[in-house]
């Protein structure tokens, strides 16, 4: 069943509209509220997604979502039981392929298969806590941590490498809630308390923007970062804009 574009918000609002004029020069919103009455899994929604068959997914506290335009089904963990989601902390939902989403949670990323409903545990980052994932235009994957940095993942070598505070090529931070990739195939690291950080994946060069930076950001905590149509980078902070 397809779908129109889901507007993201803490709570779960759906909303249709329609044009009370010809031309559309008016306009009337309703707003439709889904909770946990009607099947969600938790009323704080972390994430969003939609897959090739139009279902909507919302990541949440207490498990995965699905919603099929009637019901709601649920995917949480369930102790002793193979092929479930390990934590039902959901921070992120990645769209890895048509069949497969990542999901990143507090204590790793379960690889979740859309057609046989199971979930596998990607050991590589086994109980680590998951804030963002994307996918940079040559293919390789970039999880943000909440304590050990980022990490870039090669598919086709299955090549993991780590940047962090301590590692060869350092980071400002290790908790990093939002990662991007601009225009210019640069990848931009939204710390939190240390500003932005800007790497470069061909050079591995560094370039580090603070508060106290010429650039002035208006503060060190990033909590989101969003490329828009033109390629400019719009940066939601904490208590700064």
């Known amino acids: 069943m ?3 574009k889901l507007s993201r918000a803490i709570a779960l609002l759906l909303f249709f509209s329609f044009f009370l004029t010809e031309n559309g020069s008016a306009q009337k919103i309703f707003f439709r509220h889904y909770t946990v009455s009607d099947g969600l899994c938790a009323n704080t929604i972390w994430d969003i997604e939609q897959d090739d068959q139009g279902y909507m997914w919302f990541g949440t506290k207490y ?14 963990y369930q102790k002793g039981i193979p092929g479930t989601i390990g934590n039902n902390f959901i921070r992120k939902i990645f ?3 048509s069949k497969i989403f990542w999901i990143g949670t507090d204590e790793g990323i379960y690889v979740f298969n859309l057609e046989t409903e199971k979930f596998t545990l990607f050991k590589p980052l086994k109980n680590f806590f ?4 994307m996918r940079s235009k040559d293919g390789k994957i970039w999880i943000a941590t909440k304590e050990k940095g980022i990490y870039c993942y090669a ?3 299955q090549g993991l490498l780590n940047f962090s505070t301590s590692s060869a090529v350092r980071i400002s931070s290790n908790e990093v809630p939002k990662i991007l990739q601009d225009n210019t195939g640069d990848i931009w690291l939204g710390t939190y308390g240390k500003g932005i950080d800007v790497l470069n994946p061909r ?5 580090h923007y603070t508060t106290s930076s ?3 950001l208006s503060s060190n905590v990033i909590l989101d970062l969003y490329k828009d149509a033109n390629g400019d980078i719009w940066i939601g902070t904490m208590a700064g804009g």
């Open 155 to 157: 598919p086709k070598t």
């Open 95 to 97: 769209k890895y392929d």
């Open 2 to 4: 397809k779908f129109k």
């Open 63 to 76: 498990g995965l979502s699905r919603f099929d335009g009637y019901d709601f089904k649920s995917f949480q």
């Open 130 to 133: 998951i804030n963002d994932i």
């Open 214 to 216: 010429t650039s002035k």
């Open 203 to 207: 050079t591995l060069q560094v370039r």
